[in-house]
T-cell receptor, first 111, second 115 residues
Framework: SQQGEEDPQALSIQEGENATMNCSYK?????LQWYRQNSGRGLVHLIL?????REKHSGRLRVTLDTSKKSSSLLITASRAADTASYFCATMDTGRRALTFGSGTRLQVQP | GAVVSQHPSWVICKSGTSVKIECRSLDFQATTMFWYRQFPKQSLMLMATSNEGSKATYEQGVEKDKFLINHASLTLSTLTVTSAHPEDSSFYIC???????????FGPGTRLTVT
């Protein structure tokens, strides 16, 4: 299955700064989800935004979705060293339950 | 809640042998399980979708005779890599969802190294 693109591929920031990651996709979706993966580990679900939603918040996370542009962004505010991980967007296409993952953004938060 | 386990967490096998990986949903009934593969520094690629009691649906390019998937119960799916070769070395991750859920719960992954 084709994957979406994420940018940047890698991001290095200082603790306390905000981190923004972008995701673009190509299909008609039911929802878009963001996951975090620590090196060599499984995935942790962060947030799900439905196709009829434009913005969603969860703690320090803010996700936006623009279905007309087929894009989403994940903002992590007041980043911490523990936020260091790879972040993936994943789309659930209309009529399908499987997820299509983006290419991922490797975030490094310097203490 | 919503915990998914995988066993083993890592395995090393010789070329030509078969390896079985188990994926279990510990506290919920998983009507659908998914198997993904992740090569180093790459994203996850869906290999197959399995519904309990049915044959798995494989993604294009994934050999169903090489990657045997069984989903015999609502809490267990297995992936068997048959006649493994070094190019099959990868991180295999399963996920599970309920019949009405959009969220997938991921296992911790299994790192397979074929020598």
């Amino acid at each position: 299955s084709q994957q979406g693109e994420e940018d940047p591929q890698a991001l290095s920031i200082q603790e306390g700064e905000n981190a923004t990651m972008n995701c673009s996709y190509k299909t008609s979706i039911n929802n878009l989800q963001w996951y975090r993966q620590n090196s060599g580990r499984g995935l942790v679900h962060l947030i799900l935004i439905r196709s009829n939603e434009r913005e969603k918040h969860s703690g320090r996370l803010r996700v936006t979705l623009d279905t007309s542009k087929k894009s989403s962004s994940l903002l992590i505010t007041a980043s911490r060293a523990a936020d260091t991980a790879s972040y993936f967007c994943a789309t659930m296409d209309t009529g399908r339950r499987a997820l299509t993952f983006g290419s991922g953004t490797r975030l490094q938060v310097q203490p | 809640g919503a915990v998914v386990s995988q066993h083993p967490s890592w395995v090393i096998c010789k070329s030509g042998t078969s390896v079985k990986i188990e994926c279990r949903s510990l506290d919920f009934q998983a009507t659908t399980m998914f198997w993904y593969r992740q090569f180093p520094k790459q994203s996850l690629m869906l290999m197959a979708t399995s519904n309990e009691g049915s044959k798995a649906t494989y993604e294009q390019g994934v050999e169903k005779d090489k990657f045997l998937i069984n989903h015999a119960s609502l809490t267990l799916s297995t992936l068997t890599v048959t006649s493994a070769h070094p190019e099959d070395s990868s991180f295999y991750i399963c996920s599970a969802s309920t019949w009405d859920g959009y969220e997938q719960y991921f296992g911790p992954g299994t790192r397979l190294t074929v020598t």
